[in-house]
């Protein structure tokens, strides 16, 4: 295919030639295979048509907000091994291409598989490289290659004898294990901060080298998957977040089977509820009497599940708060509903309960609801739904909301972190519904409490056919940025157009965060190929030379 190419439609990334990008791709391609690369250009990017969950290009963002070609990939590398990734490492080296690994590249929202830097070759780790390679039924651990997906692990020990372990899966199922970890997502039982149920890892550096982390430093040790740490600095979250190294092994703790498990939803009336449930759930949350992250979700993000906006009302323009309460009669939620669950025999769950019961019920008008059994063709509630997610099970439920406001719908995250308090809440809540109510959207979120502090995942849904709709989107989370820095809220992960701003905000003492990773990136790749850009960290070789956002 890289014959049939005119030079001037080759995505050549920076200081690379097409001359230099072929030859790079042509030495690749004795690494992996000719089938294992594929190259790209305008012409070849998937249509809009055809790009879906389970059908997502991998050489540009779905949900594009800048043109579509603006994160254009120059081709997709598929390695099929921990040697391979290494030899491709080394050729990038010599021909300067970057390389930007994604392990299913299902990232929805921040930017799924697309490169920061325009002519980035995606190296495509899950598609070759998806095997579990252990599963410890002793330890309760796992070791997995990055192609493995939380449908995959869940499968995976259902049918090789190993039920009693619960896996922990973010709101999609089809994401990576590794890549969900990398990125510091999380999920919902008590197991669902990923980084720190992650356990060992092993990764290519950027010069090609191989190195495993925590006890797998340590040759013929029998504790890798169980001792994060091993000996002296730590350096597993460098690679989160990060384009220090590709992983190509990680270990992950399983939960057991908690021994019994009750969903349960409790409701809210009134818009003006929020800072009330927050102040009751850190407390739970901290004490260990709620031991997941529960999630409060508002009507419409429930709504919009059900169905796009057009099957409630005819207005278009951002509802009003009297619509939304109307949607909330209709469909039988709160405006504030948190779904959460109970792990543990009855006895156990019967002392959360009450003790859950006893705070939330306090909230004038608060109502409670446990998941009724389905009779056949009924179809699933919302908390038949987060039923399923929070006990482990993969889904994909919640892609229903993409759709709110037109068919194929995108996403736009924005997700900043605060104290998990009700002040904090509400001046969330209210800093983001201003400016959506100015853009012309409508409020979708969720606030979920991790161990201490307040996620609030703000989704922006819109439509990528209007280029007004897209400057509009980018314009308004922009401003958000800055809003939220301004009263000390950070996101705490990022669509592509945003790493730059962001790690720009997080400025304290000249910058001194920013030029620490600088100046680990400069030691680890001085020729400047991995994931230059990703989340602000540019190498030396391209800092500086307007490839910023
Ligand atoms: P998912 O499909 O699980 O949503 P991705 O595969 O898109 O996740 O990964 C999310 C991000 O994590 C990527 O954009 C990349 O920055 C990082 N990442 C993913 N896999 C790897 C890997 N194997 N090594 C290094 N970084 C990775």
Not at 422 to 428: M, P
Not at 515 to 532: R, S
């Amino acid at each position: 295919a890289l014959h049939a190419l005119r030079d001037d439609e080759l995505i050549t990334p920076p200081d690379v030639t097409a001359a230099g990008l072929r030859e790079a791709l042509t030495e690749m391609a004795k690494v992996v295979g000719d089938n294992n690369v594929i190259v790209h250009t305008a012409k070849s990017m998937k249509p809009d048509t055809e790009g879906q969950y389970y059908n997502l290009p991998k050489e540009h963002d779905l949900f594009y907000i800048l043109e579509k070609e603006h994160f254009l990939a120059s081709a997709v590398v598929s390695p099929g091994s921990t040697v391979e990734v290494s030899a491709i490492v080394k050729l990038a080296n010599k021909y300067l291409t970057p390389l930007w690994p994604v392990s299913m590249g299902r990232n929805l929202g921040y930017g799924g598989s697309a490169p920061r830097l325009r002519g980035s070759i995606v190296l495509d780790m899950g598609h070759r490289m998806n095997r579990v390679l252990e599963v410890s039924d002793r330890d309760c651990t796992c070791l997995l290659e990055p192609g493995v997906s939380y449908f995959d692990l869940y499968n995976y020990l259902q049918s090789n004898g190993h039920k009693q372990l619960w896996i922990d899966n973010p709101d999609l199922g089809g994401g990576s294990v590794i890549g969900n970890t990398l990125d510091r997502g999380a999920g919902y039982t008590p197991y669902g901060e990923h980084f720190s149920m992650h356990c060992g890892m092993e990764v290519v550096l950027p010069n090609g080298e191989v190195m495993r982390t925590g006890m797998g430093a340590l040759p013929g040790n029998n504790t890798w998957q169980t001792f994060q740490y091993g000996f002296g600095p730590y350096p597993d979250g460098i690679f989160s977040q990060s384009n220090f190294g590709i992983v190509t092994k990680m270990g992950v703790w399983l939960m057991p089977d908690p021994g019994g498990y009750q969903a349960y939803l409790f409701s809210f009336p009134k818009e003006a509820d929020l800072p009330e449930i927050i102040e009751r759930i850190r407390v739970l949350r901290i004490a260990g009497v709620i031991m997941n992250a529960p999630t409060i979700r508002n009507t419409l993000i429930d709504a919009a599940v059900y169905g796009p906006k057009s099957d409630y009302t005819s207005n278009k323009g951002v509802l009003t708060s009297e619509e939304v309460d109307a949607i909330a009669k209709k469909i039988k939620v709160g405006r504030w509903n948190i779904y959460g669950a109970m792990y543990g025999p009855e006895p156990m769950r019967d002392l959360q309960w009450a003790a859950l019961k006893a705070s939330f019920m306090e909230i004038p008008g608060a109502t409670y609801e446990f998941p009724k059994p389905r009779a056949e063709g009924e179809p699933r509630s919302i908390l038949h739904m987060r039923e399923e997610t929070l006990k482990g099970l993969p889904n994909t439920y919640e892609l229903g909301w993409l759709d709110w406001t037109c068919p194929r719908g995108s996403l736009l995250g924005f997700s900043p972190i605060s104290p998990a308090t009700g002040v904090d809440a509400l001046k969330q809540y209210e800093m983001v519904t201003k400016r959506f109510r100015e853009f012309g959207f409508d409020y979708m979120g969720t606030f979920v409490v991790g161990w201490r502090e307040l996620h609030h995942i703000v989704c922006l849904t819109f439509d990528k056919s209007d280029p007004k709709q897209r400057k509009k989107a980018h314009r308004c989370i922009e401003l958000l940025i800055d809003d939220a820095a301004a009263e000390g809220y950070g996101e705490y992960r990022t669509h592509l157009c945003f790493m730059d701003q962001i790690a720009s905000v997080y400025n304290w003492n000249g910058g001194a965060s920013l030029k620490f990773n600088e100046t680990l990136k400069d030691a680890l790749d001085p020729k400047g190929i991995l994931a230059p850009g990703k989340s602000g960290v540019w190498p030396a070789r391209l800092r500086g030379r307007g490839f910023e956002l």
